[in-house]
């Protein structure tokens, strides 16, 4: 299917990004204000596979629609787009379930690569459904479901986005091994990214929230200083 929503209000920008994608063989479909891109989602019943979403703009802003789209599809890929520099904007979107971000300007070349990694762990987690694919990872007091892209604490679902069950299924695969940031960075973003590791630490930070007991204490994703995490369960 291969179908991606664009919410960008400059229309300069939009083109921009609209003709690079359906050049690279993307089907896209375009809305230029966060009302008109939750409208459009509804309208093709949710049926997209990644979602590019302006951060400023007027009314309902990329930021409300990312947190709206994420409580509707926990599968679908999320990648912002921001003018803006600072630290907490790139930490907003992440913790608010985005996959990715991009600072304008970019090039073409740069918002393909991160288009065209973020679809492939979709087409990945898609494949396993459609294949009914059932293997379960344990460790503890967890199951990691690889077919539905399910966690299991203690037996109650705990949901995950595609970045935050992939980092999952690679602590599962290494358990009680220091991973250090570009390890997980390569692993789950490819190598490929030319994005900052600073990604790993807010999603490390954003699955802690849903995992730990006590996320300011965390006693599963550890912290090993000065080179990354390991998981202990």
């Given amino acids: 299917m291969r179908k991606i929503l664009v919410c960008e209000d400059e229309s300069a920008i939009r083109d921009f990004v609209v003709i690079n994608l359906k050049r690279g063989g993307y089907d896209v479909v375009e809305a230029d204000c966060g ?7 509804e309208e093709n019943g949710g049926d ?29 890929g999320i990648i912002m787009l921001s003018a803006r520099t600072q630290e907490m904007d ?18 073409p070349s740069e918002l393909m690569a991160r288009v065209d990694s973020l679809y492939r762990r979709v087409e990945i987690t898609n494949e396993r459904a459609d294949n009914n694919f059932k293997e379960e990872l344990k460790s503890g007091d967890f199951v990691l479901n690889l077919r ?3 966690l299991l604490k203690n037996g109650k679902m705990i949901e995950l986005t595609q970045v935050e069950f992939q980092i999952m ?58 080179l990354g995490y390991k998981w202990d369960a």
């Avoid at 994420?70 to 599968?75: A, L, M, T, W």
């Avoid at 790139?90 to 304008?104: P, Q, R």
């Fill in 48 to 76: 997209f596979d990644i979602a590019i979403l302006d951060v400023m703009m007027p009314g309902i802003d990329g930021f409300q629609v990312c947190k709206e789209l994420r409580s509707k599809n926990g599968d679908i």
């Fill in 169 to 226: 299924e690679y602590f599962f695969s290494k358990p009680g091994v220091a991973l250090d940031r570009t390890d997980i960075l390569n692993h789950v973003w490819g190598e490929a990214y030319v994005g900052e590791e600073k990604i790993v630490d807010v999603n490390i930070r954003r699955l802690r929230m849903k995992v730990e007991d006590e996320p300011s204490n965390p006693k599963y994703i550890v912290t090993v200083w000065g």
């Fill in 148 to 150: 539905n892209r399910a």
């Fill in 35 to 41: 009302e008109a891109a939750l409208q459009k989602y």
């Fill in 90 to 107: 790139k930490v907003t979107g992440l913790m608010l379930g985005a996959d990715d971000y991009i600072t304008k300007p970019f090039s």
